[in-house]
C-alpha cells in the first residue's frame, strides 16, 4: 500500500478521528500500514510524510482577488479622497 | 438548437481533508476523464490525484511570485479550455469547494459554455463549511458575514457587530500587487486599526485552520484582536470574529407586524361572526 492509499483509507476511518495513540497504532497495523509510514502518521510529521511520499515542491494556496482586476485600488500615493477622512486613530497600535 | 460540441469540462471539489471529503461522482469523474488539472493546497493530496489518472496536470506551476495572480489565472484557463476544444473530456480538480474563492472553475465554466461544450461544477466541503463543525458555530444563529480580508481593507464594508464576522485569506490581507503570498505585521496593523472602529482591541478573536490531511488536528487558536498583528498565519488561516454585541429588537417592525397579525385576528373574528 503507498501513502496517498494509506492517507485515503485513514481519512475514511472514523475510529481513528478520536482513537488514542495507541489504539490508532493497533488500527494502522491491522490494516497493513508500513512501520516507516506508521510512525510518521502517529507524530503527525508532516515533512517524513512529504519526503516518503516523494514531494519535494512547495504548494501554493488558491488566492483569490480581492475584486475584478479594473476595480482593485491603485496604490499610486495619491491622497486618499475628500469623502475617505484619514484615520485620526491610526496610531491607535503604534502608541499602544 | 445549438448542437453540443464533443468537448467537455467539469470542475469539482474534494473537499478540505484527503480521503475524508471526497466523493464517488468525483472520484468517478477524476478516473474517467482524458486530462484532469489539479490545483490542490497539499503536495500528498496532489499526489492522491495524479495517481488516479494517469494524465494529471499540476496548475501549480502557473503560479510564480512576483507575477500577478490575475496573469496566472488566465494562464490555467487557457490551459484547461485548450484541451477541451481538442474535444477531450477534462476534468478540474480543486481542493474544497471549485466555486468557493476560486475564480478559475467559475472562468473556465462560464467559457465553455457559451463556446459551446459541455461544462458542470460539482459541489466539494468548503473550509467553511469545516470551519461551522469544528468552532461549532451555526451561521443561523445570530447571522454571519464575510469577505476576503483584502477586498474588506481596500473597500468600504460594513460590519455587523452582532454577527460573526469571517475574513478569508487573512495571510495575505492587505496585498494590493495581487502578487504576493504573504503580507506581513504592517498591513495588518492597518486590518487591526480597521477592525478596531467596531470591536474592542482585547476583543476574543479565533485563528482557524482545517486539517488538509487526517492526521492533522485543526487549529483553533484564541487570541485579542491586538494580538493578531503578530501572530502566526499560514496561507489556510482563517480569521473568525465573534459577536460583541448582542442583537437589538427592530421595534418599528415589529409595531408593524403586530398590527398585521392584529388586523388579520379583527378579519377572522368578523368571518366567524
Given at each position: 500500500m503507498n501513502i496517498t492509499d494509506s492517507m485515503e483509507c485513514i481519512g475514511q476511518q472514523p475510529s481513528l478521528k478520536k482513537a488514542a495513540a495507541s489504539h490508532a497504532e493497533k488500527i494502522l497495523t491491522q490494516q497493513l500500514i508500513p512501520a516507516i509510514l506508521q510512525k510518521a502518521l502517529l507524530s503527525n510529521d508532516k515533512i517524513a510524510l512529504e519526503k516518503l511520499a516523494g514531494i519535494k515542491k512547495d504548494i501554493v494556496c488558491f488566492i483569490a482577488s480581492p475584486a475584478k482586476e479594473g476595480e482593485i485600488p491603485k496604490d499610486d500615493n495619491k491622497t486618499p479622497e475628500e469623502d475617505e477622512p484619514l484615520h485620526e486613530e491610526a496610531t491607535l497600535l503604534r502608541v499602544s | 438548437?445549438?448542437?453540443?460540441?464533443?468537448?467537455?469540462?467539469?470542475?469539482?471539489?474534494?473537499?478540505?481533508?484527503?480521503?475524508?471529503?471526497?466523493?464517488?461522482?468525483?472520484?468517478?469523474?477524476?478516473?474517467?476523464?482524458?486530462?484532469?488539472?489539479?490545483?490542490?493546497?497539499?503536495?500528498?493530496?496532489?499526489?492522491?490525484?495524479?495517481?488516479?489518472?494517469?494524465?494529471?496536470?499540476?496548475?501549480?506551476?502557473?503560479?510564480?511570485?512576483?507575477?500577478?495572480?490575475?496573469?496566472?489565472?488566465?494562464?490555467?484557463?487557457?490551459?484547461?479550455?485548450?484541451?477541451?476544444?481538442?474535444?477531450?473530456?477534462?476534468?478540474?480538480?480543486?481542493?474544497?469547494?471549485?466555486?468557493?474563492?476560486?475564480?478559475?472553475?467559475?472562468?473556465?465554466?462560464?467559457?465553455?459554455?457559451?463556446?459551446?461544450?459541455?461544462?458542470?461544477?460539482?459541489?466539494?466541503?468548503?473550509?467553511?463549511?469545516?470551519?461551522?463543525?469544528?468552532?461549532?458555530?451555526?451561521?443561523?444563529?445570530?447571522?454571519?458575514?464575510?469577505?476576503?480580508?483584502?477586498?474588506?481593507?481596500?473597500?468600504?464594508?460594513?460590519?455587523?457587530?452582532?454577527?460573526?464576522?469571517?475574513l478569508w485569506q487573512i495571510s495575505i490581507a492587505g496585498d494590493t500587487s495581487l502578487a504576493k503570498f504573504s503580507t506581513g505585521a504592517k498591513q495588518r496593523i492597518i486590518l487591526v486599526e480597521l477592525l478596531a472602529q467596531t470591536y474592542p482591541l482585547d476583543h476574543n478573536i479565533i485563528i482557524y485552520e482545517a486539517p488538509t490531511l487526517p492526521i492533522n488536528s485543526m487549529r483553533k487558536e484564541t487570541i485579542t484582536l491586538k494580538e493578531l498583528v503578530n501572530a502566526t498565519l499560514n496561507q489556510q488561516s482563517t480569521l473568525v470574529i465573534p459577536p460583541s454585541e448582542k442583537m437589538v429588537t427592530n421595534k418599528k417592525v415589529l409595531r408593524q407586524l403586530s398590527e398585521i397579525t392584529n388586523k388579520n385576528k379583527v378579519i377572522h373574528l368578523c368571518e366567524i361572526n
Open positions: - | 438548437m445549438t448542437q453540443q460540441l464533443q468537448g467537455s469540462i467539469v470542475c469539482l471539489g474534494i473537499g478540505i481533508t484527503l480521503g475524508s471529503h471526497i466523493t464517488q461522482l468525483a472520484k468517478n469523474h477524476i478516473t474517467q476523464a482524458d486530462v484532469v488539472f489539479v490545483l490542490v493546497s497539499d503536495g500528498i493530496v496532489e499526489q492522491w490525484i495524479c495517481e488516479m489518472n494517469d494524465d494529471t496536470r499540476s496548475l501549480q506551476p502557473f503560479y510564480q511570485e512576483g507575477i500577478s495572480r490575475a496573469i496566472s489565472y488566465n494562464n490555467m484557463v487557457n490551459a484547461i479550455l485548450t484541451e477541451v476544444q481538442k474535444n477531450k473530456k477534462v476534468v478540474g480538480v480543486f481542493y474544497g469547494h471549485p466555486g468557493v474563492f476560486a475564480c478559475v472553475p467559475h472562468l473556465v465554466i462560464k467559457q465553455a459554455k457559451e463556446d459551446g461544450y459541455y461544462a458542470l461544477m460539482e459541489a466539494g466541503i468548503s473550509a467553511e463549511d469545516c470551519l461551522y463543525a469544528d468552532l461549532n458555530i451555526d451561521p443561523g444563529e445570530c447571522g454571519c458575514t464575510q469577505f476576503e480580508a483584502s477586498q474588506f481593507m481596500l473597500f468600504k464594508r460594513k460590519i455587523d457587530p452582532s454577527a460573526y464576522l469571517i
